[in-house]
């Protein structure tokens, strides 16, 4: 398999948009879960969700986006920081949509949408780059 760099820029996209699609779903059930039955509050459950799709996208972007052939353990602490970040980029959206009246679900599609952009800048160029 091509190391990331190597591969077009649209490629390694395509690949990360298709990772985080299985992430993203493991994400939204569980805040979904935590919200409908649990009862937690909208924003900690998208931070839950972002935990556990988090781990999945580490092992799916670093063996299928990005080929990573490094140390696993370096790139998971970056991978991690990194996801954290998204993840309190998407606690915030998903606070101020549902204080602005949103539902829910809408305001996690927009935090998404924003953290997708922003962490896959910064996982393509810092965390899978060596």
């Known amino acids: 398999m091509k190391p990331a760099a190597a591969r077009p820029l649209a490629t390694s996209f395509g690949r990360y948009l298709g990772v985080g699609l299985v992430a993203t779903a493991a994400h939204w059930a569980l805040l979904a879960l935590l919200v409908e039955v649990a009862h937690v509050p909208a924003w900690l459950a998208s931070g839950a969700g972002a935990v556990l799709g988090a781990q999945l996208a580490f092992f799916g972007n670093r ?66 780059s060596g």
């Open 63 to 128: 063996h299928y986006t990005f080929a990573h052939r490094g140390d696993w353990a370096p790139a998971w602490w970056r991978f991690m920081g990194t996801a954290t970040l998204g993840a309190l980029l998407g606690m915030a959206i998903v606070g101020a949509g549902v204080a602005l009246g949103l539902y829910y679900l809408l305001a996690q599609a927009l935090a998404t949408g924003a953290g997708v952009l922003l962490t896959f800048a910064i996982n393509r160029g810092w965390t899978f």
